[in-house]
């Protein structure tokens, strides 16, 4: 049978960042996708050439818009344990609830990128509104809506009364039940289920096989999940939400039953912080030397930092290996054997972020 | 590097559950002792939350054994590590002939375009 080869993006409307895969085609049926990066390519990881270790988090921070509190966390925790820096429980706890709060942004923005992309305009603009109340609680707690650097080497930069906090659980109190209808929509409409049930299916031998990562590999039932694993959450209910199916539904149904998840352990979180005034942060002294790696789970699944020091102030080497980056093998797996017409939607479902992906 | 033993040794990792979590590359900037510099390369496994690291520190002779045929998702890593660190990995599964990220510069983390870039800003390293 003649191919054909479709070129999809850079730029494409079910994408909001440039990435390319030229599409090799029979008929409607994809039978091949080969992915080209590189248009927001920054060499964000080579500016440790002349950024100074103390400044370095600032770079971290805009690798991504999305999950800049978690890379600028991601970062200050690597450059700790090189120092055998111990941060004070109460900005352990701070930095967990920024990072919740994050992943509840980061999902319901992609719900509603998604709900957009199959047709549900108002739920689009449904999922953003709850969004926005998530965004003024960073607004109001560090001063950005977007990139906040509140982190710094040592613990954070602000502290958030009691008072405010008890506020926040009862926003996010607020923000539960408006989630409540949305994700009804989620899980029910027949349209909705319809259009995503049974398409892009990753198995769980599939998923194990492209090491994917994230929601994409605990909608193909493997319970892979940094904050249930590692230390960072020790002494917290963590337990993964996995769905089984490995299609684009279980993929959006994973993210709906994360952000009630979140909710919860922010309600943890506060219940055992600390009450009253307490340090947030110690003071560093000494420059890194060594070398270490740092596991995070972000909204879209497991980051690694790896960061190198030689005893100056320019770190040797910052790598930062983001979920999507881990996910492209599972993701043009998925492509194979669909139908042209479902390649935007199945792409979207794997959630991508090429700026983390090419930094 | 000894290419049998060190795909064996990820063919252990393979076997055992290990998910491939990280390939890493690091330069080494040129000295007297090594005028081309090197390149670290680190291979990181992943299981139950545990890390374990292989790590081979290879010159721009030096070819290196593409892993792609025991972990599949380690061509992007690999078309990585030779287009930004010029490390000469063969046998890919999936070879983007140096196409995958569109960067000006030629290889531009290699150890000598590193040293490079630093000797023009006037920065000891």
Redesign the interface.
């Known amino acids: 049978m003649k191919r054909t080869i479709v070129l999809m993006g850079p730029q494409h409307p079910a994408l909001p960042e440039p990435l390319v895969l030229d599409l090799v085609l029979e008929d409607e049926r994809v039978v091949d996708a080969i992915p080209t990066i590189g248009y927001v390519h920054r060499g964000l990881e080579a500016m440790v050439e002349k950024v100074e270790f103390t400044e370095f988090g600032m770079v971290a921070e805009r690798i991504c818009g999305i999950c800049s509190f978690m890379h600028g966390m991601g970062y200050a925790m690597a450059v700790e344990d090189l120092m055998k820096v111990e941060i004070p429980e109460r900005a352990r706890g701070l930095r967990l609830v920024w990072a919740e709060l994050s992943r509840i942004h980061s999902h319901l923005l992609w719900l509603g990128l998604a709900a957009d992309a199959f047709g549900f305009e108002n739920l689009f603009m449904h999922c953003w509104r709850i969004r926005e109340q998530i965004l003024d609680i960073f607004e109001r707690t560090t001063g950005g809506r977007i990139i906040f650097s509140v982190n710094r080497i040592g613990g954070v930069k602000r502290d958030i009364d009691d008072n405010t906090l008890a506020g926040i659980v009862a926003k996010l109190g607020e923000v539960e039940e408006s989630f409540v209808g949305a994700a009804r929509v989620f899980t029910e409409d027949p349209s909705i289920r319809h259009r995503l049930r049974g398409l892009g299916v990753l198995t769980r031998e599939d998923a194990i096989a492209a090491d994917a990562v994230g929601p994409m590999a605990r909608a193909s039932g493997l319970p892979i999940d940094v904050r249930a694993s590692g230390p960072l959450y020790q002494g917290l209910e963590v337990e993964p939400v996995v769905e089984v199916e490995g299609d684009c539904l279980a993929r959006c149904l994973v993210r709906v039953r994360e952000i009630p998840r979140s909710i919860g352990l922010i309600r943890q979180l506060v219940a055992r912080m600390p009450r009253g005034s307490h340090p947030v942060d110690v003071p560093v002294k000494g420059l890194p030397k060594g070398e270490t790696f740092i596991r995070l789970e972000q909204p879209r699944g497991e980051v690694v930092y790896y960061l190198k020091a030689n005893g100056t102030r320019l770190l040797e080497r910052f790598r930062a290996r983001t979920p999507t980056f881990a996910n492209i093998p599972a993701m043009i797996k998925l492509v194979k054997g669909c139908e042209l017409a479902d390649v935007p939607n199945i792409i979207l479902t794997i959630d991508p972020c090429i700026s983390c992906t090419e930094r | 590097m000894d290419s049998v033993v060190f795909l064996d040794k990820v063919r252990g990792y393979q076997r055992d559950g290990w998910?491939?979590?990280?390939v890493?590359a690091?330069?080494v900037l040129p000295s007297p002792e090594m005028p081309d510099g090197a390149v670290d390369v680190?291979w990181?496994f992943?299981k139950?939350?545990q890390?374990e690291?292989l790590r081979e520190r290879v010159t721009s002779e030096d070819e290196v054994p593409s892993v792609s045929d025991v972990?599949?998702?380690a061509?992007?890593y690999e078309n990585e590590l030779r287009e930004l660190f010029g490390v000469r990995v063969t046998g890919l599964n999936?070879d983007?002939k140096g196409?995958?990220?569109?960067?000006q510069e030629r290889v531009?983390?290699s150890p000598r375009a590193?040293r490079a870039?630093?000797d023009a800003?006037g920065?000891k390293?």
């Open positions: 998910r491939l979590a990280l890493n690091t330069s680190s990181s992943e139950g939350g890390l690291h972990f599949g998702s061509f992007l999936v983007f196409a995958l990220y569109r960067a531009p983390f590193i870039r630093l800003k920065k390293s």
